[in-house]
């Protein structure tokens, strides 16, 4: 990854993501664009053509440090902006088969256009969003779309079912989870998930997943395919 600020990346060096480098399971490098800063200043922003507030990536700098960090083994270029195509689990998913990503951080009003045209000569770009507002700079969002992926790769959660059975996976949403005591604050767990039963548990979970889903998110359920559901989900 590319950034002006390479500290605000830090975090992905702790708890699980830290742990599956440690483990090898991941290679994490992060670069200062300002390597390759051309002036005294290593300015790496200019103003606008045509005016406007704020001010832009100049090309010339993120074209040479691209050069060299696109170099090397097959890369894909996730460039993270709030005009770009909306972060789903299943892009996270796509981006897990990967070799290599590489993600280029913008700040101010982003990039020099020319710099993702030029980049897309010679790999699959991604202009990502991570949602419907502004940050300040790419970092976060960079954060955000790394654990999302790498919490996909074979080895780094302890139990492979979590991430079958998060949210998105079947198109849902998650229901709620419960844990000891029995009774809390005189809220109780659900009977069902006390009884052993596991088809009855199994059923429930999926009845209170499509009601969440109904409730919150119905876009998601109008996007499932027709043979998504079955005769009892219908039922519901
Ligand atoms: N002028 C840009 C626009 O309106 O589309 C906003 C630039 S924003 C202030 C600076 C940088 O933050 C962007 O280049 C991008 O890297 C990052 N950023 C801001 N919001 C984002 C979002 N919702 N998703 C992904 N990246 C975002």
């Known amino acids: ?91 996270a998913r796509e981006f897990s088969a990967e070799e290599r990503l590489v993600f280029a951080c913008g700040r101010y009003e982003g990039i020099d256009q020319r710099v993702l045209d030029d980049a ?33 790769l074979p ?14 996976s079947d198109g849902l949403l998650e229901g709620p989870a419960y844990t000891r005591p029995e009774v809390w604050r005189g809220l109780a767990v659900p009977d069902v998930l006390r009884s052993g039963n596991h088809a009855l548990i199994d059923r429930w979970r999926r009845d209170r997943s499509l009601e969440r889903t109904h409730r919150r998110r119905p876009d998601l359920l109008e996007a499932l395919p027709a043979d998504a559901l079955d005769r009892a989900d219908r039922a519901l």
């Open 120 to 152: 897309a000569r010679r790999v699959t770009v991604d202009e990502v969003s991570i949602g419907d507002y502004v940050l300040v700079g790419g970092e976060v969002a960079v954060l955000a779309i790394v654990e999302a992926v790498v919490r996909l």
């Open 155 to 168: 080895g780094v959660l302890g139990n492979p079912r979590s991430a079958a059975e998060d949210s998105f």
């Open 1 to 91: 990854m590319v950034s002006i600020f390479p500290s605000y990346l830090a975090p992905l060096r702790e708890a699980l993501l830290g742990r599956a480098i440690s483990r090898g399971l991941l290679e994490l490098t992060v670069h200062d664009l300002r390597a390759w800063t051309h002036d005294v200043h290593q300015a790496v922003d200019d103003s606008p053509y045509g005016g406007g507030p704020g001010m832009v990536m100049r090309p010339q700098v993120w074209g040479d440090a691209l050069d060299d960090v696109l170099a090397g083994p097959p890369a894909r270029l996730v460039v993270p902006t709030p005009a770009g195509r909306p972060f789903t689990q299943a892009l």
